[in-house]
């Protein structure tokens, strides 16, 4: 740690919303040893997103100043469902769903911090063996009426909304995993404010000195209003492929991109210079945000990965061609006048039910050979079709006449 103290609590203050509080982190960098800095994240989806970039690039800022990353996988957590700004009590995850999903986070972890310096750890390994009389002597530490102060809690309380007994246990595990890793510094979100503070009441409870609480920005998801988040559907995760990764930057609203780029953007990348040109009107926002879709695309894919996609997105969505790489389903059909679309889109996997593939039919989102479909029951003949769901889902169609028939 080579800066000066005052300068070490800048660099933690730097693009981050809380820090409780600069006079304590003062006092522990003083010390002259490594902090140790939690971040919990829960398996509840097998993908990172760019959401958590943003802490995570913070993590690695820390990182570099010679502290201790501590990656925390809440395995039990997962199981329990993370409450906060849920409008219901949100379905737990079975074991063997946390087990799939968590398999996969170290290595994208890696991605984003040095993987040589990071201390993983799930918090099954002590939540697992914990005894009842423990878990009630950690209950014991927080009335109910401090968990109805939470805002998500308060709300569904007020509205007559059910909360399981289960929910009020989030928080609390949350804050004894900073009593189990004796963490220095807990960081998350904005959202995770309470439980980030209640870290530092448990804490003191088992008699340690309280961590410190930082809390950086939330992105905001492709819809430009919810928070970035796989069960909304408004995510990115980093591991989509590239050219789902670029057509979904693009495909953010305007007024978002400046957000998008204030949390995701590298200072190499020189885009938030640009932003100003935006501003006056002598650049068209569509040219920035294709700046952006190829610096993410080329951070998680690469340069080659990132020209390719940016190509497929000019080929398929402004010159509206069929992209030039495609999948080739093949079928045989019994009958003389082909398949059926339904059964078509449902070979194709654009649609996992009948249902569905009627109600994409009916909304207009199916072409055929670049034709709108507009009949649920029209039949695809014998020969080769390109069919396109949606914006950006297409597939060759050879169909072969059974020569039986």
């Known amino acids: 740690m080579t800066l000066g103290i005052e300068q070490h609590v800048s660099a933690f203050r730097s693009r981050s919303v809380d820090l409780v509080s600069a006079p304590e982190l003062a006092a522990k960098l003083a010390r002259g040893r490594p902090l140790r800095i939690k971040y919990g994240c829960d398996p509840s989806a097998p993908d990172l997103h760019l959401g958590h970039t943003v802490p995570l690039d913070k993590l690695r800022q820390l990182q570099e100043l010679g502290h201790t990353i501590v990656f925390l996988v809440g395995d039990f957590t997962a199981m329990i469902g993370d409450p906060t700004g849920r409008s219901k009590t949100r379905a737990p995850l079975t074991r063997e769903a946390v087990k799939q999903n968590a398999e996969?986070?170290?290595?994208?972890?890696?991605?984003?911090?040095?993987?040589?310096?990071i201390e993983i750890r799930f918090n099954s390994e002590w939540m697992d063996s914990l005894k009842s009389a423990e878990f009630i002597r950690l209950a014991s530490h927080q009335p109910v009426a401090r968990m109805l102060e939470r805002d998500d809690f308060k709300r569904r309380f007020h509205g007559g909304v059910s909360i399981a007994l289960h929910e009020f246990l989030y928080p609390l595990v949350q804050a004894y995993d900073s009593v189990a890793l004796r963490a220095d510094v807990e960081l998350g979100g904005t959202d995770q404010t309470f439980n980030?503070?209640?870290?530092?009441?448990?804490?003191?409870?088992?008699?340690?000195?309280?961590?410190?609480?930082?809390?950086?920005?939330?992105?905001?998801?492709?819809?430009?209003?919810?928070?970035?988040?796989?069960?909304?559907?408004?995510?990115?995760?980093?591991?989509e492929p590239a050219e789902e990764m670029y057509g979904k930057?693009?495909?953010?609203?305007?007024a978002l991109l400046e957000?998008?780029?204030?949390?995701?953007?590298?200072?190499?990348?020189?885009?938030?210079?640009?932003?100003?040109?935006?501003?006056?009107?002598?650049?068209?926002?569509?040219?920035?945000?294709?700046?952006?879709?190829?610096?993410?695309?080329?951070?998680?894919?690469?340069?080659?990965?990132?020209?390719?996609?940016?190509?497929?997105?000019?080929?398929?969505?402004?010159?509206?061609?069929?992209?030039?790489?495609?999948p080739v389903v093949e079928r045989r059909v019994a009958d003389a006048r082909g398949l059926p679309l339904i059964d078509a889109l449902l070979a194709l996997g654009f649609a996992k039910s009948r249902s569905e593939a009627r109600r994409l039919v009916s909304q207009g989102g199916v072409h055929v050979d670049e034709q709108r479909a507009g009949d649920g029951e029209a039949f695809l003949a014998p020969g080769e079709h390109l069919v396109q769901a949606?914006?950006?889902?297409?597939?060759?169609?050879?169909?072969?006449?059974?020569?039986?028939?």
Not at 104 to 117: G, H
């Open 196 to 239: 980030l503070l209640l870290g530092r009441e448990i804490q003191r409870a088992y008699g340690q000195e309280p961590q410190i609480v930082l809390t950086v920005p939330l992105l905001e998801g492709t819809d430009g209003t919810d928070k970035m988040s796989k069960s909304l559907g408004n995510a990115i995760g980093i591991r």
């Open 259 to 326: 957000r998008w780029i204030g949390l995701l953007a590298r200072p190499e990348w020189a885009l938030e210079a640009r932003l100003a040109s935006v501003r006056d009107g002598s650049l068209n926002p569509r040219d920035l945000k294709a700046a952006l879709a190829r610096a993410l695309v080329a951070r998680f894919h690469g340069a080659d990965a990132a020209a390719s996609a940016e190509q497929h997105f000019e080929r398929v969505f402004r010159e509206h061609r069929a992209p030039e790489h495609l």
């Open 104 to 117: 996969t986070y170290t290595s994208q972890v890696s991605s984003v911090l040095d993987a040589s310096r």
């Open 390 to 405: 949606g914006k950006r889902r297409f597939a060759r169609l050879r169909l072969g006449l059974d020569a039986r028939s």
């Open 249 to 254: 930057t693009m495909s953010i609203p305007d």
